[in-house]
C-alpha cells in the first residue's frame, strides 16, 4: 500500500523498545512510497486534527508511556492494533492546534540548528580519532616502502600470536538486560570505539563456550561488513561481564614484545585497511569477509618495541580525547531529545500556545462529531473522537474542553 504527504507512519516491530511505536509524518514533495506490514499508516480527518500535530502529541511522554506499557516482548517488541486502538490523547480545535503548531514551530527550529551544529562536531571527533590513526602511526612511505631507522618489513602474521574466533547462536532481536548474556553485534566493533551496548540477547539456558567472552584490553576486528567496515578495529578499554565474540568478530592476540595499543593503531591506518578490504572476499560490496589466512599474509611495517610504545601511547592520547568529545556531544544530543519531548508534553496539555491571531480562529467549544464508517484497509487508522471530553485551561485561561481520541481500523 501507498502513502501520500499527510500520511502518518508508525512502527509496530522494532527490536528495541525506544524504537516501537515511534511515527513519521510524510512530508509534501516525497516521492511515492510503500509501507511494510510491520508498519501503520494513520490518515486523519481534517476536521478534526492536522498531522503536523498528531506528529507533535505522538513524542509526548502520555503516548509513549501507553506505547511502552502495551508493547509485547518475543524475539521483537510489537504491538497489536488493539493496543494502538486504545491509545489516547488530547484534542483541542483545529483553531487551537494551529496555534499551538506555530508556537512549537519556533522553538524546535532553534533545536534543528542546535543539533545540526552538535552532528557537525561529532563528525569533527570522528576525524580526530582518524588523525590518531593516520599521522602518528606508522610512520612509513606507503609508497616507496621506505622505512625509518630500526624499522622492517614483515607479515601481521608474525605480530599475531593468535586469532581467535567466536560463535553466534540463536538470539533474541533484542539487546541483553544487564544480568542477561549476549554476543556483540558487529555495529560493537564498526564506531571507532567498543559499543558494548551493541548486542543481542542470548536465551537462558544457552552454552556459551567461556573462551570467546569478551574482556578489558581485548583487539577485536570485524571479520565480514560492508566493504567500508570490514576489518574495523577498536581496543576494549572496559566491558560488562557476559559479552561474547560474535562469528563475526576476531579477537587479536599480539605476540610477546607487541605494544597493543601500536598494534591497535596499526590496525586501523588507511593502507592495512585498504589491504584488508583488497585482500576481502564476497560478490557483494554490502557483505565482504576475510579469513584468517589472507589477513596473517598483510605485510606490515614493523617498528621496534620502543617506538611501538612511544606511537601507541600518542595515538591513546589522541584517540581519548576524541572519544570524550564525542561522548560529550552525543549526551548533549540526548538532552536535546529530552528537551523535544518536554515540548510536546508542554503542548499536549496547553502549556505552549501561539498568538490567537494566526490561521482562521475559532472559538475553542467541545467537539460533537457523529461517528463516520470505518476503512477496513489493513494497516489503516482512521481517527474518530471518543464522547468522553475534560475540560483544561489554555494559556490564556479560556476554558478548552477537548476529546479523547482513537484509532479505528
Known sequence: MDVRAGDFLVCRNAGTLDRLGRGVLIEKGTPLLNFSSGMARVRVRPTLLYPAYLEQLWQSSPVREQIEAAARSGRMY???IKALLNIRFSLPPLALQE?????????IKRLDRAETALRRAAAGAIALQDV????LTPQYDAATQTLPHGWRWGRLGEVIKRIESGHSPRCLK??????????IKTS?????????DENKAVPAGTLLNEHH?????DILLCRANSLAHVGATVHVTECRSGLYLSDKSLRMVPNTGIDDRWLVSLLATPYVRAEIARRSNGTLSSMRNITQPNLQEIPIPIAPLHDQVRLGRQATQCRNAADQLHLRIQKTLKSSALLRRALADAASVGRIVGPANIGSPQEPTVLHVPPEPSIRNEGDWIARPVQTPWAVADHHSRSVVPEQLEFEL
Not at 132 to 135: D, F, L, Q, T, V
Open 174 to 183: 533484542r539487546p541483553a538486560e544487564s544480568d542477561e548474556k549476549a554476543v
Open 213 to 217: 567472552e569478551i574482556t578489558a584490553g
Open 132 to 135: 590518531a590513526h593516520h599521522a
Open 78 to 80: 510489537s504491538l497489536t
Open 188 to 196: 560493537a566493533i564498526t564506531g571507532g570505539r567498543f559499543l558494548e
Open 99 to 107: 496555534r499551538i503548531l506555530a508556537a512549537l514551530q519556533v522553538r
